[in-house]
């Protein structure tokens, strides 16, 4: 257990009560605030980076995380309420924000539905949005870095650790901090131009990790081990989608769209629909008539045999009238149907193609299955001549 669970920091006023986890280059703790009862997200640097030598330079970076944050206003943005520096050590207080990161929720072997990851990183994305207005890169997007609120649909991005200032056209030092399989290639290069395209290459990336469960192959490493496209993984994943994830995965950052707006627009805006769940097809003149309710048809072959049903008189002692009242309308149903066929089944002097009637031409074989309506209605001439009474 972290030595740090239990001490309280600015005069009492905040208690930390748990580990959350290691990110960037600080240590974030779940702290309850005294005063006002709530749970907050409270964020120090790490211990190994408090024996550094040059502790005074990774403490102007923390403080400048901070101030990043509290630039980037915006719901799928985690909020900074406070900072202050106690003994020494400067601390980051964040809103605490109930929920797991898309990581938990999508590894080992838990992909998400297309929709469903495309309507997350469509938050995202409006979230980079406003910090690269802001003139800055967050450079480690990824699915651990995404908490999904509790009880809620909305995606939210934290870490701001590694984040950096870029200046268009300008070469800039990279980061040495890296997540593999969610860093553009030119994150592992010293020198190289800082561009909102980086964290395009994160957002794909992450993108693809959710619809595929697994963690791209890591950038530098693509040249000798090709990435698998997310369709070979998951079939039945959208060609717009699966194109998609690879431009914006494209190891040359001149081959990715320019901004996330760009990359966003290549989203389709209609998710695709798997081949397991096809829609329904509206019906037609053609299919209604000769797809009968199965249960109709053992009334009409029944023991009287001469196309239509006895007729069976109500009583007052149970539901015999029920049934009756089922046969007749599966009677008329299947006048309705013996008629249609026959109509289908006469002489045309053109094949059915050239027929004046396009509306009942079959639109499939499966569709018609015509063997099972014609046996309780063994010709025409019975079915349509009148009943006898």
Known sequence: MNPLIGMTLQ??????????????????????????????VIKTLSDTLKRDPDLA???????????????????????VSDFFTENGVPYMVM??????????????????????????????????????????????????????????????????GIAREFTPGVTQVHTSLISNGYAPIEQYLSQERRTPASDVYGLAAT??????????????????????????????????????ILRGMAIEVQHR??????????????????RAVPA?????????????????????????GAGRPAPVAPTSS???????????????LAVLAGATIARLQQPKPAPVAQSPEPIV???SPASLDPSPILQPTPSPSPIVRPTPS
């Open 318 to 332: 149970g539901p015999g009238w029920l049934l009756s009242l089922t046969i007749v309308a599966g009677t008329a």
């Open 95 to 160: 809103d605490y924000i109930p929920g797991r990161t898309l990581e938990a929720i999508v590894f080992p072997d838990r992909p998400l539905t297309e929709a469903s990851a495309i309507a997350y990183i469509r938050q995202i994305g409006e979230a980079l949005k406003v910090v690269h207005r802001n003139g800055l890169l967050h450079r480690d997007v990824k699915p651990g870095n995404i908490i999904l609120r509790q009880n809620t649909e909305e995606a939210v991005l934290i870490d701001f």
């Open 207 to 244: 993108l693809y990790a959710l619809v595929t469960a697994q963690v791209p192959v890591a950038s530098i490493l693509r040249e000798r081990q090709p990435l698998p496209e997310p369709r070979q993984l998951c079939p039945d994943l959208s060609a717009a989608l699966n194109q998609a």
């Open 11 to 40: 005069g009492g006023k905040y208690t930390l009560e748990e580990e959350l986890g290691q990110g960037g280059f600080g240590t974030t703790f779940r702290a309850t605030h005294r005063y006002l009862g709530q749970s907050v």
């Open 280 to 304: 329904a097809a509206p019906p037609t003149a053609a299919t209604i008539p000769v797809v009968p309710p199965r249960p109709v048809r053992e009334p009409i072959q029944g023991p009287e």
């Open 257 to 274: 769209p320019a901004t996330v707006a760009e990359w966003l627009n290549l989203l389709p805006d209609h998710p695709f629909q798997p």
């Open 57 to 79: 330079a990774w403490e102007r970076k923390f403080q400048d995380e901070a101030r990043r944050l509290a630039q980037c206003v915006h719901p799928n943005i985690v909020r």
């Open 361 to 363: 031409t079959p639109t």
